[in-house]
């Protein structure tokens, strides 16, 4: 089946621009967690959703990075006015919920490179 | 709060070689949970292993095998016979079912494996 899909895959902004990432999970998959990792280090938790309900978002960096899961599926991370510190791969990943610690299945990352 | 701490930034060996890769982690948790991750070159992290903090009997799939010790807080990997293919970056990183932000991990550093023929 599918696994967790991102786009764009590459993205060069300005600094000052906005941009957009998005996610697409893996289908019935109804936690979304987004990460951050910078060049040469592990991955940092940005936020969390639990079907449409963002439940934490204590990750995030700056009042410009904004996410949303709108219908509970799709995700998209959003950095308004773009600084040269916001270059990372950020990283998407779903898993199943319950009262076990499920995987987490990763997608391929967006790598954004601020100019 | 948790943490995770890989203390080899790099490892680089002889294919065929054993290479054991360390993991210690810090939690207030009785109930929590310890991954291992590869990420390939490609850039996609991919599941390797978890492990709740009641199961501390070791592991072993093919060439992989995993240490799991609460009295030190480690979770180790070794990989036997290692392979080009192997070489990668490891992440180890820690979930505690409890906390509000479902099950976010918290990962190390990484450790480069770099396999050389």
């Known amino acids: 089946g599918a696994g967790v899909s991102q786009s764009p895959r590459y993205k060069v902004a300005k600094r000052g621009q906005d941009v957009a990432l998005r996610c697409d999970p893996i289908?019935?998959?109804?936690?979304l967690f987004w990460y951050q990792q910078a060049l040469g280090q592990g991955p940092e938790f940005l936020t969390y959703?639990?079907?449409?309900?963002?439940?934490?978002k204590s990750g995030l960096p700056s009042d410009r990075f904004f996410a949303e899961r709108p219908e509970g599926s799709v995700s998209t991370l959003k950095i308004q006015r773009t600084q040269q510190e916001d270059s990372a791969v950020y990283l998407c990943?779903?898993?199943?919920?319950?009262?076990?610690?499920?995987?987490?299945?990763f997608g391929p990352g967006t790598r954004l490179t601020v100019t | 709060a948790q943490k995770v701490t890989q203390a080899q930034t790099e490892i680089s060996v002889v294919e065929k070689e054993d290479v054991t890769l360390d993991c210690v982690y810090e939690?207030?948790?009785?109930?929590?949970?310890l991954f291992w991750y590869k990420q390939p070159p490609s850039g996609e992290l991919v599941f390797l292993i978890r492990?709740?903090?009641?199961?501390?009997q070791n592991e072993i799939s093919g060439r992989y095998s995993w240490n799991f010790q609460k009295s030190t807080s480690s979770f180790n990997f070794t990989i036997t016979a290692s392979q080009v293919v192997d070489s990668a970056v490891y992440f180890c990183?820690?979930?505690?079912?409890?906390?509000?932000?479902?099950?976010?991990?918290?990962f190390g550093g990484g450790t480069r494996l770099m396999v050389k023929p």
């Open positions: 990943a779903s898993s199943l919920t319950g009262p076990f610690s499920y995987e987490q299945y």
């Open positions: 289908s019935g998959h109804v936690s």
């Open positions: 959703f639990q079907n449409e309900a963002q439940l934490d």
């Open positions: 939690t207030r948790d009785t109930t929590y949970y």
């Open positions: 492990r709740n903090s009641f199961d501390e």
């Open positions: 990183a820690l979930s505690e079912p409890n906390n509000n932000a479902g099950n976010m991990l918290t």
